[in-house]
């Protein structure tokens, strides 16, 4: 079984400010890898797949990189409503197991 | 406009049963493979079960193979997961999710992501 793990478990940053979110795997999933936005009381939303590609509709302030075993999630410039649960989500073995999720906060 | 739409949570007592179900619509599903994701209370997201297109090919998370069974009625649009023997620890909100199609072109492949979810439903298992 591929185990994610993310970094940090919360980070803190105020509205304007640059995150970074870090995602990694235990064994190479090559670039088949999604990121999930979850606020509080909604679903998740499917934010970046295959590591690099913006969903439907998603902000051109979200950007993911990485492969391998490395992959990080960046919001260049976060606003208001960026603020919430953030998961990760290995394809390369279908249909996919998650990490346990960063928590962004305001600072 | 896309929709899924989870129904059949609740109250039941360890050991019990329950079947959940999530109705599509806005596109076609049987198209789609489709999954069902899991959220324990403050904790974070657990695939449980997948289903292909077609429902030939079934798969589950060691955590509920044996006791869940997942299926799908392409005629009604609509997704089922069959939960038997269920223990606290399965007591979550469960969410249906339809998976991207996945493809390889000009050498690239894509695997996607889930990219529609329901609402989800919560089922809690107490005596």
């Known amino acids: 079984e591929i185990v994610l793990t993310q970094s940090p478990a919360t980070l803190s940053l105020s509205p304007g400010e640059r995150a970074t979110l870090s995602c990694r795997a235990s064994?190479?999933?090559?670039?088949?890898l999604a990121w999930y936005q979850q606020k509080p009381g909604q679903a998740p939303r499917l934010l970046i797949y295959?590591?690099?590609n913006r969903a439907t509709g998603i902000p051109a302030r979200f950007s993911g990189s990485g492969s391998g075993t490395d992959f990080t999630l960046t919001i260049s410039s976060l606003e208001p409503e960026d603020f919430a649960v953030y998961y990760c989500?290995?394809?390369?073995?279908?249909?996919?197991?998650f990490g346990q999720g960063t928590r962004l906060e305001i600072k | 406009e896309v929709q899924l739409v989870e129904s059949g949570g609740g109250l039941v007592q360890p050991g019990g049963s329950l079947r959940l179900s999530c109705a599509a619509s806005?596109?076609?599903?049987?198209?789609?493979?489709m999954s069902w994701v899991r959220q324990a209370p403050g904790k974070g997201l657990e695939w449980v079960s997948a289903?292909?297109?077609?429902?030939?090919?079934?798969y589950y998370a060691d955590s509920v193979k044996g006791r869940f069974t997942i299926s799908r009625d392409n005629s009604k649009n609509t997704l089922y997961l069959q939960m038997n023997s269920l223990r606290a620890e399965d007591t979550a909100v469960y969410y249906c999710?339809?998976?991207?199609?996945?493809?390889?072109?000009?050498?690239?492949?894509?695997?996607?992501?889930?990219?529609?979810w329901g609402q989800g439903t919560l089922v809690t298992v107490s005596s």
């Open positions: 999710a339809k998976d991207s199609p996945r493809y390889c072109t000009n050498g690239v492949c894509y695997t996607g992501g889930f990219d529609y």
């Open positions: 806005g596109f076609t599903f049987s198209s789609y493979a």
């Open positions: 289903i292909s297109g077609s429902g030939g090919s079934t």
């Open positions: 064994q190479s999933v090559s670039s088949y």
């Open positions: 295959d590591a690099s």
């Open positions: 989500q290995q394809r390369s073995n279908w249909p996919g197991t």
